[in-house]
Structures are given as structure tokens and as C-alpha cells.
Antibody, heavy 122, light 108 residues
Framework: QVQLVQSGAEVKRPGASVKVSCKAS????????ITWVRQAPGQGLEWLGWISAYSGHSNSAHKFHDRVTMTADTATSTGYLELRSLRFDDTAVYFCARSGPHLTTATLAHYWGQGTLVAVSS | DIQMTQSPSSLSASVGDRVTITCRASESISTSLNWYQQKPGKAPKLLIY???SVQSDVPSRFSGSGSGTDFTLTISGLHPEDFAVYYC??????????FGPGTKVEIK
């Protein structure tokens, strides 16, 4: 069955970087994309970006454009989200989800990881 | 960027009630609209895509409609497991694919 297992919780200082992993199983990673969404404590969902493991193409929300890198390692069936120059308001649960391989299907997130808490604290 | 709004922000309803949630886009998005359900401490679940296409594992009491800028999610007969937060999200054109602020459905 399709599963996405994310890395564990992280505590980081302001200005540091964090890299969250998303290990996929039960399907072939390079036939799909990975979407990243975050949720600050008590808040709603925020779309961060999407990468196609099929084409390597990626898009991220403008507000994160210069701080975020998304990658997909098809050899290990793992997606990664790196967020740099962390700020206090980056504290959130970060979710990965399997989505379509093309931009037109990038939001069809049928399977999700369990979420990774990233806390930014001094 | 396309902005999404939802109304109401929260509602109280009883088991068996019919519930309607509205989502509005800041510009026309055709039928490029998804609905998600999220329960506390859990990942979101895709309910409806393309405004009215219901995911295969979603009960038939969930339905979606709308096009252009105005959309609705209807639950025809609330079940206890339906109490959750519901989000709309557009999938039109270029990113970012923004979510609405959410509607919390609570037990009356």
C-alpha cells in the first residue's frame, strides 16, 4: 500500500536550515510528484510547493522562493524539503503528499505523510 | 496570486443536518477547485477535485458544485465522523495553489 513516512521533529535556531525527508513506498516515485504543505500551530494550511519526480520540474510559493529547495531522489524513493534562514514564524507541522506528475495534477494529493514538526526557537 | 475565502469560518450542526460551506476565489478559476477535510492531529484528506468530482473513497453524502468564483461543499446528512475542518484550494493556472482559511464544523 502507498505510504509516505516523514522524518522526525526538529528544533532549530533562527537563521538555521532544516531538511525534512519524505520516504515513499508502495509506488514508483518517478511516476508522481510530491507536494509540500505546512500548518502553523492552530492555523490553516499553507501550500509551500510541488516537485515532479517524473520531470524534475518544481514550483514554490513566491514567499518561500529564495529560501526553499525541493528535491526528489528516485534511487531511494525519498523527497526532501529544505528551508533556509529559519524564522520564528516558520514553526509549523510540515506535510508531504503524493500528487500528480504534472502541474495540472499537482494539487491532487491523495496520500499524505504523518507530518513533521519544525520548531524554531532561540 | 489568487486569494481564497470561505464562509462561514465555523458552524455548529447536529448529526443528520445538511451543511453547506461556501468558497470564493478572487478571480475566475473555472472548476479548478479542491476540497479537503482535516481532523485534529491528522493530515488533510482530499474529498473533491475539479469542483464536483468526489474521490472514490469518500461517502456519497459529500458533494461539490460551482464554477468561476463561487463554490459550495455540501454534506447531506452529517455523520459523527464529519466533524472536522474543511478547506478549499484552487488548482488553476500557475502556483501558488492557495488554500482557503478553513471552515470548522462543530457539534451543536
Amino acid at each position: 500500500q502507498v505510504q509516505l513516512v516523514q522524518s522526525g521533529a526538529e528544533v532549530k535556531r533562527p537563521g538555521a536550515s532544516v531538511k525534512v525527508s519524505c520516504k515513499a513506498s508502495g509506488y514508483t516515485l518517478n511516476e508522481y510528484g510530491i507536494t509540500w504543505v505546512r500548518q502553523a500551530p492552530g492555523q490553516g494550511l499553507e501550500w509551500l510547493g510541488w516537485i515532479s519526480a517524473y520531470s524534475g520540474h518544481s514550483n514554490s510559493a513566491h514567499k518561500f522562493h529564495d529560501r526553499v529547495t525541493m528535491t526528489a531522489d528516485t534511487a531511494t524513493s525519498t523527497g526532501y524539503l529544505e528551508l533556509r534562514s529559519l524564522r520564528f514564524d516558520d514553526t509549523a507541522v510540515y506535510f508531504c503528499a503524493r500528487s500528480g506528475p504534472h502541474l495540472t495534477t499537482a494539487t491532487l494529493a491523495h496520500y499524505w505523510g504523518q507530518g513533521t514538526l519544525v520548531a524554531v526557537s532561540s | 496570486d489568487i486569494q481564497m475565502t470561505q464562509s462561514p469560518s465555523s458552524l455548529s450542526a447536529s448529526v443528520g443536518d445538511r451543511v453547506t460551506i461556501t468558497c470564493r476565489a478572487s478571480e475566475s478559476i473555472s472548476t479548478s477547485l479542491n476540497w479537503y477535510q482535516q481532523k485534529p492531529g491528522k493530515a488533510p484528506k482530499l474529498l473533491i477535485y475539479a469542483a464536483s468530482s468526489v474521490q472514490s473513497d469518500v461517502p456519497s453524502r459529500f458533494s461539490g458544485s460551482g464554477s468561476g468564483t463561487d463554490f459550495t461543499l455540501t454534506i447531506s446528512g452529517l455523520h459523527p465522523e464529519d466533524f472536522a475542518v474543511y478547506y478549499c484550494q484552487h488548482s488553476y493556472g500557475s502556483p501558488p495553489f492557495t488554500f482557503g482559511p478553513g471552515t470548522k464544523v462543530e457539534i451543536k
